[in-house]
């Protein structure tokens, strides 16, 4: 009987993998995300799709354009 000193030595496997965020990259694959950019004293929409909208004075222009592009694809 002889005490079991030589324990196998299992290695914790893998390290935990951290925390994942699903929403790391909110983008959509397929359709238009708009948002507005700001250009200097301007502002234009912007797509996922690569569209951009003409400058603008207003933010709220902007995001007609944004609206137009999107409701119009
Ligand atoms: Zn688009």
């Known amino acids: 009987m002889d005490p079991h000193t030589k324990a ?3 290695a ?3 390290p935990a993998p ?3 965020h699903p929403a790391d990259t ?3 694959p397929a359709g238009h995300t708009t948002s507005t950019a700001e250009r200097g004293s301007f502002c234009l929409a912007v797509c ?3 569209w ?3 400058a603008r004075r207003s933010r709220d222009l902007a995001r007609r354009d944004a609206t137009r592009h999107t409701s119009a694809a």
């Open 48 to 50: 996922s799709c690569g």
């Open 12 to 14: 914790p496997f893998a």
């Open 18 to 20: 951290g925390p994942r």
């Open 52 to 54: 951009t909208g003409p």
């Open 8 to 10: 196998t030595q299992v």
């Open 26 to 28: 909110a983008q959509a």
